[in-house]
């Protein structure tokens, strides 16, 4: 270019020595005119032709600049999609010996990554092999930079909805490194600076990516330079990491559209130098095509970024409660449970007690509205020492990163923070939560082995420790193994033929006179031998085998009662699950209809536990009963938790004071309690009946107070029916130490 200047300068003073010579040689003159005219029409194209080459490496060098943008853009993405994933929370969080995190972030076209908030490699996976640390790979000081770029918490993570990118070296490659804390998709936010886990994806700008990129926008001999000096027929770009300091320069043969144009049309241009303007038209025609197609390139480029950042990701949490869900739970606790974090974590299962009667009274919004509170109240109360997860609709499971001391203090809280009185929609509600913990003790243990104690830990506390946590044991795996083999046995086609009833007299205060009997079920199981009444029956409430039993004592009753002396009824035991089932009651209604006893005879014990599951539902069932002509007692009166408002609402007849009153009468308080209840049984037109007396002192006490009926070992254990029948009928009570008894008969 420069030449074609110099040269054209030199015809111009030529021509200008020969116009003022007033030389008559006008051929030299023209020759000279000619020439310049030449040198004029290479100028201007000269000039085109370089002004349309250095445009056309500005605009590949902007495509490279954009394919490195859309580079970032997708690294981004990418590094963000792995990290916001509860999977990735689940493993990245646990043992870095994983194969999950291998098999997802040990990809062959980039370099995976997790460190802790100080930068300490966690994990690495390189191509070749050789895995430095992080610092060691991509130095110091851009790792202090990644760091100090990290959103200060989860949700900030989740705000900013993309991962940070650096443009640096990764062991003396020129490379895109993005980070992003490893979090949860939704759910509670409670990670920071100080414990994250931070997922690191490093993609290598080398020979590989840059042939992809020479492809796509048709350029040859893409390549980085090693000493920075591009040759003449090459165009460069320098590139700059994070801090603006040079790391390597992108060199290309250059595409030379002008030049291109001018050789293409150089013979036209030889043969017709007149037409030299059309001729610079097209040069300028082709340019502006090729222009067009490397704008297009780019925006193509652009725009699959944004496409790739916009993709959606799978959802792994509670729609409810944006807690994580059981899928999520079982991935994270297969994780955690490895033997870097032996004595380090704790596993809850957490099931609302109470929690079906809030639902069907209240109805499900409430119910809803109720789980909500309970799973932010979780959160407040665990903070960033456990991961929440709802797993069913009244159940939850924790993974609690602490010992098992500090975990079951924790489970305390979460309890005691449960078990007090809620608004929901206007409404105050009351429920409680059972925890069972199981504390990783024992490497060989197994994640699901680990989340069978906490289950046998709650199945415990559900049904001795309700409302509070319990922490596994052997002895408490024994129980629960026993309570199975039981459960079992009650499945079995034998159970109905080896049950039997035994019946424990009721007597009258005023006469001693026996006015009926409680029916109580007696069970010797071929297998394992005579079963405590107690620990069968409430096995047998957990499944349907209290519907076979309640229906047998029905129907034996029904059988005793028409042999009894006319006058003497029977109380038989109903559970809640009897109350709540539909089947259930109107068996018990279809068996008394179809017997010809007197339905007045017959009287259904339900206790205040029972009652209180589902008020309604009870409610109905108990009147139905009444309906019929049955009478309702209230068994267990004093230990459950109604209230007197709930009391007045009951359909009853009695109401039968616990013994644990009957066996603390030197305590005033619990003589006082039994006056309150004796007062109340008469204002409200109720029998009084006492259970568990056993002293003949006891019975005077209970007499004056002013109670109704008794039943207890003083005056007899369960008898055989058959002897149960004769002892009513021949019963001629002679209690002489009892003087207030005789002289009431």
Partial sequence: MATLYAALGKAYRVALRISRAGSSSNTALLTVLIFLSVLTSALIVSFLVSHADDHADKLAAISISGAIDRERSRISNEAYINAHWDDAFTHAYGSMQDPWIA?????????????????????????????????????????????????????????????????????????????????RERGPATLDMSSYRIFVDIRLLDHKLLEEWAKGFGLRDLRWLPDGKPSRDEASTDVHDWSGAYIGTIAWKRLAPGSLAVREALPIICLCIALFLAIAAMIARRVRHLNVQLAEHSYTAAEAG??????????????????????????????????????????????????????????????????????????????????????????????????????????????????????????QVSVGASIGLGAFVDAELSPLALAKRADHALYHAKRERTGRPVLFSPELER??????????????????????????????????????????????????GVVEPQRFVEIAERSTSIHVLTRNAMRRAL???????????????????????????????????????????????????????????AINALRRFRALGMEVALDDFGTGYSS?????????????????????????????????????????????????????????????????????????????????????????????ELPSLEHGR
Avoid at 123 to 150: D, M, N, Q, W, Y
Wanted: net charge negative.
């Fill in 103 to 183: 098999s997802q972030w040990g990809t062959p076209i980039g370099l995976g990554y997790v460190i802790d908030a100080h930068g300490h490699t966690l994990f690495a996976h390189l191509p070749e092999g050789r895995e430095p640390p992080l610092a060691e790979l991509i130095g110091s000081r851009t790792l202090k930079a990644l760091l100090a770029r990290v959103p200060v918490n989860e949700a900030a993570v989740r705000r900013r909805g993309d991962a940070g990118v650096l443009l640096g070296k990764a062991g003396g490659t020129p490379a895109l490194i993005a980070f992003s804390p490893i979090v």
């Fill in 306 to 427: 944004r496409q790739e950042r916009e993709a959606r990701l799978l959802a792994d949490s509670d729609e409810l409660t944006g807690l994580y869900n059981r899928r999520r739970f079982y991935a994270d606790l297969e994780t955690a449970a490895t033997p870097e974090n032996l004595n380090a974590i704790t596993v809850g299962l957490v099931d609302l007690d109470r929690f079906k009667a809030v639902n069907d009274t209240f109805g499900h919004l409430v119910g809803d509205r109720l789980l909500l509170e309970v799973a932010q109240l979780f959160r407040d109360t665990a903070d960033t020492a456990a991961t929440l997860y709802r797993i069913g609709g009244d159940e939850f499971a924790i993974i609690l990163w602490l010992d098992a001391e500090a975990a079951f203090q924790l489970a305390e809280k979460m309890c005691a923070v449960v078990a007090t009185p809620m608004l929901i929609c206007d409404r």
């Fill in 479 to 528: 129980r629960v193994t026993d309570d199975h083999i039981i459960e079992a046995e009650l499945q079995s086609s034998g159970f109905e033929s080896e049950l039997r009833f035994d019946v424990q007299p009721i007597v009258s205060m005023r006469t001693g006179a026996i006015v009926g009997g409680e029916l109580l079920a007696r069970w010797t199981s071929a297998r394992l």
């Fill in 559 to 617: 059988e005793l009662l028409e042999v009894l002396p006319a006058g003497r009824t029977l109380s038989v035991n109903v559970s809640a699950c009897d109350l709540h089932c539909a089947d259930t009651v109107n068996a018990i209604l279809d068996m008394v209809s179809r017997s010809p006893v007197d339905p007045g005879r017959l009287c259904i014990e339900v206790t205040e536990t029972a009652v209180m599951r589902n008020l309604d539902a």
């Fill in 644 to 736: 007197l408002s709930n009391l007045h609402r009951l359909p009853l007849d009695k109401v039968k004071i616990d013994r644990s009153f009957a066996h603390d009468l030197d305590n005033a308080y619990s003589v006082s309690i039994i006056h309150a209840v004796v007062g109340l049984c008469n204002s409200l037109g109720l029998v009084c009946i006492v259970e568990g007396v056993e002293t003949t002192s006891q019975a005077t006490n209970l007499q004056n107070i002013g109670c109704d009926l008794m039943q207890g070992y003083l005056f007899s254990y369960p008898l055989n029916p058959a002897v149960f029948v004769t002892f009513a009928a021949f019963w001629a009570p002679q209690i002489t």
